[in-house]
C-alpha cells in the first residue's frame, strides 16, 4: 500500500474537519452548553465509575469493532460504520484530553 504524503496530509485534514462537526453534532446531542462533561459524570455516577473510566467503557466498544476489522473479519463492520466509529473514538480521545488539561489546571485529583 503506497499513499503519496500531499494525498495523505490531505486526507487527514478532510478527517480534522469532519471531526470537528461530528464533535458540535454529538456536543448537542448530550450534553447542554453549561456542562460539556454531563454525561459523563452522570453516566459514570449510575455505574460507580469516575467520568474517565466511564468514558474508556464507552470508547471500547468502538475498539472492538475497528480491532475486528484490522484482524481480517471485514464483514464484522461495513466501512462506512467503521469510519463513524472511528470518529467516535478520536471524540472520546479528545475529551479525555480535555479533561486531563483541566485537571491539571485546577492542581490535579490527589
Known amino acids: 500500500m503506497r ?9 487527514i485534514s478532510n ?14 446531542q448530550y ?5 460539556a462533561l454531563r ?24 475498539w472492538h469493532a475497528m480491532g475486528q ?9 461495513e466501512p462506512a460504520e467503521l469510519r463513524e466509529r472511528i470518529l467516535d473514538i478520536v471524540v472520546y480521545l479528545s475529551i479525555l484530553r480535555a479533561m486531563i488539561d483541566q485537571e491539571e ?3 490535579g485529583k490527589d
Do not use: C
Open 3 to 11: 499513499m503519496i504524503r500531499d494525498d495523505l496530509v490531505q486526507r
Open 69 to 77: 476489522w484490522v484482524a481480517g473479519r471485514r464483514s464484522y463492520v
Open 39 to 62: 454525561n459523563f459524570t452522570e453516566g459514570s455516577a449510575a455505574v460507580g465509575l469516575i467520568p474517565e473510566q466511564y468514558l474508556m467503557a464507552l470508547a471500547e466498544k468502538h
Open 105 to 107: 489546571e485546577q492542581g
Open 31 to 35: 450534553s447542554p452548553l453549561d456542562d
Open 15 to 28: 478527517f480534522q474537519d469532519e471531526t470537528l462537526k461530528y464533535i458540535a453534532f454529538k456536543g448537542n
